[in-house]
């Protein structure tokens, strides 16, 4: 726990005075007592000896409670998931039909987002993007289970690895209204009156580039993306430069890497360097939007991986402000003492 405004810690010093003034209060109701001792006088405080000291304690814990509220604190407590969308970038890449990850990485990923599916829970939409040479949106964010499991049988392989346009379509479908345009960034943007346009082709207006602040990385909690590639990008967008348009934005992506170091052998040794995995840079991209990155060399570690970043979406741990919380706990406190000392003895004391 830490403090946003640590510095009203400082009446914390007096809170000592508290039970001095009411030791003081306490000796001097005794000798008035005395002075004008009856049974009756006598029988209350004997019977009433430990009640008396609960309220003033409950009043006490209430203070200590308010004054830390007033210091502002800030912890990592685990919150249910904030975010409603999560996005998966699927590589269907031609090296996807290597058999190094039994019965092969296709198979495998199929099975393992699957898998995924059934962890997350239900209020959660789920899209699915798809990246090879390209990259398109298979199915967009839907809470329809069926469909996305229909999307996932359904992929093709296809030739070349894309990565960094994976993560652009998925940043344009989370923020339709950024004007991000795979298109400019991979031709850049055609002259004036130029551009061919087929017969068929409506024309669309599309919003124009947004400017926008740079947030914390990590820190929109509306979405989340789900990054699996068995390879190294052949083309399309540079991974990290697409990897700072997320970070930028605060979105945090989550990368699993599949395959083995060797596995690029079953399909010739002319394509190796293509079908390596590229380790280095995914982690890059999940250090720079504030994700996690794991490796998964097997199906079943592709679907461990896949379960538990499914199950942990139930709960996350998030920096929290928790004055709210101890000013209404320091609340009921109050009003507890008030009820005991009013049903005990008839007054607030």
């Given amino acids: 726990m830490h403090f946003l405004w640590p510095h009203n810690l400082w009446w914390m010093l007096l809170l000592p005075l508290l039970p001095a003034l009411y030791l003081w209060l306490l000796r001097r109701r005794g000798k008035a007592a005395r002075a004008y001792a009856s049974l009756r006088v006598v029988r209350e405080v004997v019977g009433r000896s430990w009640q008396r000291h609960v309220p003033p304690a409950l009043f006490f814990v209430s203070l200590v409670l308010l004054l830390l509220a007033l210091a502002r604190p800030s912890a990592a407590v685990p919150l249910p998931w904030a975010r409603s969308t999560i996005l998966l970038a699927m590589d269907i890449s031609r090296s996807m039909r290597v058999a190094d990850v039994q019965p092969s990485r296709m198979v495998a990923a199929q099975e393992a987002a699957k898998a995924f599916l059934a962890e997350v829970p239900r209020h959660i939409e789920v899209g699915l993007v798809t990246f090879a040479g390209s990259a398109q949106v298979a199915q967009r964010a839907t809470t329809d289970r069926p469909a996305l499991v229909g999307a996932i049988d359904a992929i093709q392989m296809q030739y070349g690895t894309a990565i960094g346009n994976a993560i652009v379509v998925c940043l344009a479908e989370l923020f339709p209204d950024h004007g991000i345009d795979l298109g400019e960034m991979t031709f ?31 820190s929109y909690e509306s979405a989340a993306i789900i990054l699996l590639s068995d390879g190294r990008r ?10 700072k348009m997320a970070a930028d934005r605060g979105v945090r992506i989550t990368v699993v890497g599949l395959g083995t170091p060797d596995g690029h052998a079953a399909m010739g040794e002319e394509m190796a360097i293509y079908l ?4 280095p840079t995914l982690r890059h991209v999940a250090q720079m939007t504030r994700g996690e990155y794991h490796h998964a060399g097997t199906a079943e570690a592709l679907r461990s991986v896949y379960q538990k970043l499914g199950s942990r979406l139930q709960v996350s741990k998030r920096e929290t402000e928790l004055t709210a919380l101890l000013a209404g706990a320091a609340a009921v406190l109050l009003l507890a003492g008030a009820g005991l000392s009013v049903l005990w003895f008839g007054r607030v004391t």
């Fill in 188 to 218: 850049g943007a055609p002259r004036r009156g130029t551009a061919a346009r087929s017969l068929d082709e409506k024309k669309v207006d599309k919003p124009a580039p947004k400017e926008i602040t740079p947030v914390p990385p990590g």
């Fill in 276 to 279: 390596q995995l590229d380790e």
């Fill in 234 to 243: 052949t083309t399309g967008v540079d991974t990290l430069e697409a990897a």
